[in-house]
């Protein structure tokens, strides 16, 4: 670790004990837990027993940790004996940082040390900076609250964690502010409100958002490009249900690897069935359906699936943490001398949808066995065939890629697609995985040239991903400005008044009729207003009607982003949307 980073490490922790200081000043009750630095700050974990704070108290702390550092109070050390320790916070309440001692006791610790900071003193190994004055004005922030439970275990109590941003200089945190400003913009969950993309409804259930009409109309457009290009590869499609029978997944073994993932089964009649949480299985039995010989080899059989997967209520999270949700999921049947040419396909499509969609950040990793490791099926023959494989073509690509070992799937080698954000948040979108469990599992095979029986290599792919998770994150890539071939809302009208409807109206069928996606705006709203919310749905291209453009054969364009208008031809405005989704620049 770097010294910088050291020293910032200790000023934020130092910040964490300032904070705890002022509260314990301002609510003497507190009973304080634990307070580490963290990512650009530190929190601290506190019981306020009866007392709910909220984030109306964060001002009031904050005034308080000011008069501290303003004091230039030293950390002073001092050593304890450890049953010392733990009768004086038995004396003063503290339970918390009792039980702590009381843990250091059992892993024979003789000692512990405290760290003073005028009237509060706190159990702690340190380091801290000498004195409080070395926390500058303006390098603090008080930012949230939260619940978390003691030692993260659910059924201890809930304590309240306050935590703060901490930074060397003023000009540092106010960076850091504007960029989380920026990315609060971006989010994912504020704009699908906004434009109305998706929705999580209470009563609908958590973890399964619903696509609202624009959202979907994106959907759709990115899964009739993904249709049309896996067509263009060779791929078929199929549709599988969404509930499956026990002993299908008893064979594909999901019911031994991966129960814990899947939702509680249901009786219907004598059977019992369970809701998919992969579309493997049923893809298994269609391949398995009829003969297959090497000729019909490579198979590549497509499925836009709906999986269920148990998630956390605690851990859902808009579009990005859901518990159903619908894969771009291929499953690609070859035998092991194609193995190469298939991986290469898969990089090319790969690699022309990112470019479709504006992806321009991304790199590979290569999730590899590890010998250490007792956790893998298949024969290590093969696996060493597969890893090859695909280091070969990566190089061969001149991708930028890294390997992991160990991070492997316990069936198989893979490749996973790291995208990288504007804020260079990164988030796994793509994946290409070969798998030796399910052919065996499934007794899957070819008839080869020789008349022999043979196992075929299986990859499962998928490019979109998950059409939830990849829409979080092109949502926040692209902060709801979408590229004209997906904006949910390509044009919209805006009639400036009563009279002009009709005439909005028919130009929407024009438009229609020429294959763009428009909407008009016919509300009882000022013109000034209805402008105004077509900026803030961030609709590509706009288009004022009154008087004198009622008029006019040209259309006047207002572009995303400007202010000024600028008079085109329909004919070539027609032209300009048709290229931009041709091209899908
Ligand atoms: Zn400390
Ligand atoms: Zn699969």
């Known amino acids: 670790m770097s010294k910088e980073k050291n020293n910032l490490e200790m000023l934020r922790h130092s910040m964490s004990h300032v904070m705890a200081a002022a509260i314990q000043k301002l609510y003497p009750e507190a009973k304080f837990a634990i307070g580490p630095s963290i990512e650009n700050g530190y929190y601290y974990d506190i019981d306020f027993g009866d007392k709910k704070l909220t984030e109306d108290d964060l001002p009031k702390i904050e005034k308080e940790m000011k008069a501290i550092i303003k004091k230039g109070l030293e950390f002073e050390r001092s050593e304890m004996d450890v049953d010392e320790a733990i009768k004086k916070e038995e004396k003063s309440g503290q339970i918390y940082k009792k039980e702590l001692i009381e843990d250091l006791k059992s892993a024979g610790e003789k000692k512990v040390s405290y760290y003073k900071l005028g009237d509060f003193e706190d159990l702690c190994r340190g380091p801290h900076v000498e004195k409080s004055s070395k926390i500058k004005p303006g390098t603090y922030k008080l930012i949230s609250l939260a619940g978390a439970y003691w030692r993260g275990d659910e059924k201890n109590k809930m304590l309240t964690r306050i935590y703060g941003v901490g930074f060397e200089s003023k000009e540092a945190l106010a960076d850091y502010q504007k960029m989380m400003k920026e990315a609060e913009e971006r989010n994912h969950r504020k704009i699908g409100r906004e434009m109305e993309l998706f929705r999580n409804f209470n009563e609908i259930g958590q973890g399964l958002p619903v696509w609202l009409p624009n959202g979907y109309t994106m959907r759709r457009v990115l899964e009739d ?28 073994g999901h019911l031994g690897f991966y129960d814990k993932d899947m939702y509680s089964p249901m009786q219907i009649d004598e059977e019992t069935f369970y809701l998919k949480p992969m579309n493997c299985p049923a893809g298994m039995m269609i391949y398995k359906m009829k003969p297959r010989s090497y000729r019909d080899l490579p198979y590549k059989q497509g499925e836009f699936g709906t999986v269920y997967r148990y998630e956390k209520s605690g851990e ?99 490749l996973d697609v790291q995208a990288v954000n504007v804020f260079g948040k990164e988030d796994s979108i793509s994946t290409i995985q070969v798998d030796f469990n399910l052919p065996e599992r499934f007794d899957v095979h070819f008839i080869d040239k020789d008349g022999q029986k043979k196992r075929p290599f299986v990859i499962h792919r998928a490019l979109i991903g998950s059409f939830e998770r990849f829409f979080a994150f092109l949502i926040e890539y692209y902060g709801g400005k979408f590229p004209v071939w997906f904006a949910p809302v390509q044009v919209k009208i805006v009639a400036v008044s009563e009279k002009h409807i009709d005439f909005c109206n028919k130009l929407a069928r024009e438009f229609f009729d020429n294959d763009v996606r428009v909407e008009v705006d016919i509300s009882d709203e000022t013109v000034g207003n209805k402008i105004r919310k077509a900026v803030k749905e961030k609709v590509p291209y706009m288009l004022v009607v009154g008087d004198k453009e009622m008029g006019s054969e040209n259309l006047m364009i207002r572009d995303r982003g400007s202010q000024d208008v600028r008079e085109i031809s329909k004919e070539n405005f027609f032209a300009e949307i048709r290229n931009k989704v041709v091209e899908k620049k």
């Not at 956790?375 to 090859?388: F, I, P």
Request: aromatic residues 16%.
């Open 225 to 252: 490009y993904m249709w049309k290009l896996e067509r263009s590869y060779g791929y078929v499609h199929i549709l599988t249900p969404h509930i499956n029978k026990k002993e299908l997944f008893e064979t594909s």
């Open 316 to 414: 859902l999270h808009g579009l990005q943490r859901v518990r159903g949700f619908t894969q771009n999921d291929a499953h690609i049947f070859c035998t092991p001398d194609q193995l190469k040419e298939q991986f290469l396909e898969v990089m090319e499509m790969l690699e022309k949808f990112y470019s479709d969609v504006g992806f321009e950040n991304y790199r590979y990793r290569l999730s590899l066995y590890d010998d250490e490791k007792d956790k893998y099926v298949g024969d290590r023959k093969d696996w060493l065939q597969a890893e090859e494989t695909m280091r070969e073509v990566l190089v061969e690509k001149g991708v930028e890629f890294y390997e992991e070992k160990g991070e492997a799937a316990f069936y198989g080698p893979k």
